[in-house]
Structures are given as C-alpha cells and as structure tokens.
C-alpha cells in the first residue's frame, strides 16, 4: 500500500484484531505544533476488492497543518489484520467505535465513504458522545428502501462456497480485475483511473486472507437499509454524492438525505464524478470538507 510523504504507519488494537492506521510524522512539511495539540479528523474507506486508506490518500494530506490525521486499514482490509471470519456489519461498528475510543480524547469529525459512511452513521446513533461531525461521501446501506443490490446472477455465484475464492482469485484480485471495475463501476470517467490507483488497490487485494472481508461485502453480509436508521441520526452530518454513482442513484440519495433534515445539515451533487469523488475529483472534495468543517463545527 502507498503512504503519502510526510505519514507514518501506527497501530491500535481492537477486540477482532489490530488495525493499522496513518497519521502525520515529526517531519510533516510546515508542521509547527505536535500532534497532539491539534483537534483530531478521522478518515474511513469505503469497501471493495482492494479497499484501504489509500482511497483518502489525496485529500487527508491537504487538512495535516490544522488537524492530527487518523486514517485507519479497516479490520480485513489494507495492511490492517484480516481474520479468518464472515464479517458483519457490527463487527465494523463495534471496531470503529473502538478505534476512536482508543486513538481520540475528544468528539471528532468523521470523514467515511459508501457502506462504510452508512456504518458510521449507526456507529453515530449508537455512540453519539464520540463524534462531533459526520461527513460523508454516498452514504448507503446498499439496500436502502427495500431496493438490494445482491440480486443478481454474479453475486449468487459468489454465494457459492469454493467457487466464491476461486472468482474472487481470478475476477477481482488481479490488476486486469481492478482495473476495469474502478474504469466501469468506480469512476465516471475511465481516463481517470492511473497505474498508481491500480497498483494501491492490488496490493490491498493480494493480503494473505483478504478475500474474507472482501466477499462478504460482495455476497452482501454487510448490507442493510440505512433508511431504517436515517431517523435517528443527531450528528450534525454534510453528504457529497456523485451523479454517476453506479451503486446508488443520487436520488436515493436525496430520499436519505429528506429523512432526517434536522442533522442532514448539506446534501451537495456532484456532477460527472462516481463513487469515490475522493479519488476521482480530489481537489472538489477537499474543497468540500473544508467548506462543511466550517459550517458544521462552529
């Protein structure tokens, strides 16, 4: 995995297994205060074959003056430990509630994407005393209204034991793989999608035992209605959502975002951009967070 210059690698335990995390080092350019005098912003990728840190890797630099940076391998992803397990959705709950109870002395902003910015929302309504804001690239559940995306014939193959590794093997952990599912699934624009992503997201997907976290995500274990937990949302929350996005159209999105107006302080469309305007549209989305830091935490 790729680490940006001037970040190290640092680990926290959780009760399912250790999870590495990247923060800012003493030499971090134009650093003039200790890390642990600056307010905290945590960062959290989204879930996919190849997933990791990495994803917020071209925005996260851009805020290391003014905040300590925590940006963790979700547990079976990156260069965090991957154990043997069918995840569920609460083990990732209950792992990043850990992870801030562990790694912030303070409320903090939370940056997360896709299912796992639907997972900190329940992480928020379940532990509302850890977080300060929620912002949050395509929040979804993935089946959000009823609608799931898991039925279809690909993921019933995946559902099938041995058959499951052996595409999961061939399809989704080669670079051929990767490639063309950021090019056609991923991004709105192919041309957008550079070796250096490729490269980042393969070395994820090759970790010893990276295809447990990784399929059950795609058989859709993880999957739920965030419409079910929208309401109950109190964290003050901002959503970037892009047009393209092929998992969850942007009206969804807006359904989402109309069910609890009270928290859901901003809710900004993104054109020609997809999933990860993060890695897509870098510059828009650090653009944005700055603007929905300002706004949400006064």
């Not at 307010?39 to 290391?64: N, R």
């Not at 940056?111 to 379940?126: E, G, H, W």
């Not at 009823?146 to 052996?166: C, E």
């Not at 990784?214 to 929350?237: E, I, K």
């Amino acid at each position: 995995m790729i680490i940006p210059p001037g970040f190290c690698q640092r680990s926290a335990s959780t009760k399912l297994g250790r999870m590495a995390y990247y923060t800012a080092d003493a030499a971090f350019p134009g650093a003039t205060l200790s890390e642990k005098s600056l307010p905290p912003l945590v960062f959290l990728h989204g879930f996919g074959g190849g997933s990791s840190a990495y994803e917020w890797s071209k925005v996260y630099p851009a805020f290391a003056l003014d905040y300590c940076i925590l940006a963790p391998d979700l547990l079976g992803w990156g260069r965090s430990e991957h154990p043997e397990r069918n995840y569920q959705a609460e083990d990732y709950t209950s792992t990043i509630t850990e992870f801030l109870e562990q790694t912030c002395t303070e409320p903090v902003p939370v940056v997360a994407s896709s299912l796992t910015a639907a997972l900190t929302i329940r992480a928020a309504i379940a532990r509302p005393d850890l977080f300060k804001s929620l912002i949050l690239t395509t929040p979804t559940g993935l089946a959000d209204f009823g609608k799931d995306y898991t039925n279809n014939f690909f993921i019933q193959l995946i559902k099938t034991p041995i058959l499951d590794r052996l595409l999961y093997n061939v399809g989704i952990a080669t670079s051929s793989g990767i490639r063309n599912f950021l090019e056609e699934r991923q991004f709105a624009r192919p041309d957008r999608v550079y070796p250096e992503i490729v490269e980042a997201y393969l070395a994820s997907a090759q970790q010893p035992n990276a295809d447990y976290a990784a399929l059950s995500f795609v058989r859709g274990d993880l999957s739920f209605d965030l419409a079910l937990y929208m309401p109950q949302l109190q964290v003050p929350t901002a959503i970037m959502w892009g047009k393209e996005s092929q998992f969850t159209e942007a009206a969804i999105g807006q359904r989402l975002a109309a069910l609890n107006p009270e928290a859901i302080k901003q809710f900004q469309l993104l054109d020609d951009c997809g999933l990860t305007p993060q890695l897509e549209l870098p510059a828009i989305a650090i653009g944005l967070i700055w603007r929905f830091l300002a706004t949400l935490n006064p």
